[in-house]
Structures are given as structure tokens and as C-alpha cells.
């Protein structure tokens, strides 16, 4: 069952507030949020509300400073989003270019550099996810900020992270041995 608690303050302490499922705006429940625990599922927290802004992912276990492990400063976890369970395929089309256009590539798999396997300099500006739930990066080697990609067509990721030049250069699927 997935379940996560988050904290007030670091190391587990102050009040706390439990959720099973998506959270769009934790204000009500705690006025700040600096540690959590997950005690089961897979999960994307963001530090801002409406699933807004710096993104991480989060699977079984404690995280009891993250603010200094993932570098967010004053920033703390404001929503939460809970990534269902999958076992089945995972396929999804990337294209070169914003609005499926330039080269294309059916991907089933994780790809640790774009550029190294497809020889696209320039990085994936579109894709269709078909099946399964995927982690995006925006450098090699899953390094640098990630977004999560559920199943749907994403035109322009710069449209739809507000950030000019959006391109993502690795990519994995978020499997269920993760939980």
C-alpha cells in the first residue's frame, strides 16, 4: 500500500501529516516540510504546490534532511504526487524537435545518454508516452533536474515546465522492483 509521512522539521520531528494518495497543496496540513518517510509506493514530491516546480522521486525509505541530499535550499516539499503501480510494457515515441517534429524513436527501455545512443546532439523536445511511467532527465547519465512523464503526448516540454530550451538527454522507467 503506498504511504508516506512527511515532517515538519528534519529528522523526523514536529507535527507530521500522512497521505495515501496525491496532495496539490500541503499548506493546510503543515506549514513547512522538511523530512519524510515513505513506507510504501513510488513517488514524485515537488516544491511547490499543484505539482509545481523542482521535482524529485521517491521510493521505500527515510529522507530525513533532503533539503542539503537533493541541494533545494530554502525550498521545502509543498505537494505530492503518488506514481501508480505498472507491470506491463513500457514504450514511448521521443522526437528530435517541439511538436513531434524531427527524427523519431520508439524507446522501451532506459537510456542513460541520448546523444551516445541515438546521436541526437540536441536531446529529446517532444514525446508520447504509450505505457509505463518514466523519469526524464536533463542531462546524461540521469543527472540534473528529472520530471515524471505518465502516460499521455507532451508537445512541448518548454511550454509545459515554462523553461525556454527544455530538452531532456536520459530517460527511465520507473519499474516495480523499485518498490
Known amino acids: 500500500m503506498a504511504r508516506i509521512i512527511f515532517y515538519e522539521d528534519r529528522n523526523f ?3 507530521s501529516y500522512e497521505s495515501s494518495g496525491d496532495c496539490s497543496d ?3 496540513y503543515l506549514s513547512r516540510c ?6 510504501g509506493g513510488c513517488w ?17 525509505g527515510e529522507y530525513a534532511d533532503y533539503m542539503n541530499m537533493w541541494g533545494w535550499g530554502n525550498n521545502w516539499i509543498r505537494s505530492c504526487r503518488m506514481i501508480p503501480m505498472y507491470r506491463g510494457s513500457y514504450r514511448m515515441r521521443m522526437y528530435e524537435r517541439e511538436n513531434f517534429m ?4 520508439d524507446v522501451t527501455d532506459d537510456c542513460d545518454s541520448i546523444m ?24 546524461p547519465h540521469y543527472r540534473g533536474r528529472m ?11 518548454r511550454d509545459m515546465m515554462g523553461m525556454s530550451g527544455m530538452r531532456f538527454m536520459s ?3 520507473i519499474m516495480d522492483s523499485w518498490y
Open 13 to 15: 520531528m514536529g507535527r
Open 171 to 173: 530517460m527511465r522507467r
Open 34 to 39: 522538511h523530512s519524510c518517510r515513505v513506507e
Open 116 to 139: 551516445d545512443r541515438y546521436h541526437w546532439s540536441g536531446g529529446c523536445h517532444s514525446c508520447h508516452i504509450m505505457d509505463g511511467h518514466w523519469l526524464m532527465y536533463e542531462h
Open 44 to 60: 514524485m514530491v515537488y516544491d511547490h504546490p499543484n505539482f509545481m516546480g523542482n521535482q524529485y522521486f521517491l521510493r521505500r
Open 26 to 28: 500541503m499548506s493546510s
Open 147 to 157: 520530471w515524471y512523464f505518465r502516460p499521455g503526448e507532451y508537445r512541448s516540454f
Open 102 to 105: 524531427g527524427q523519431m524513436m
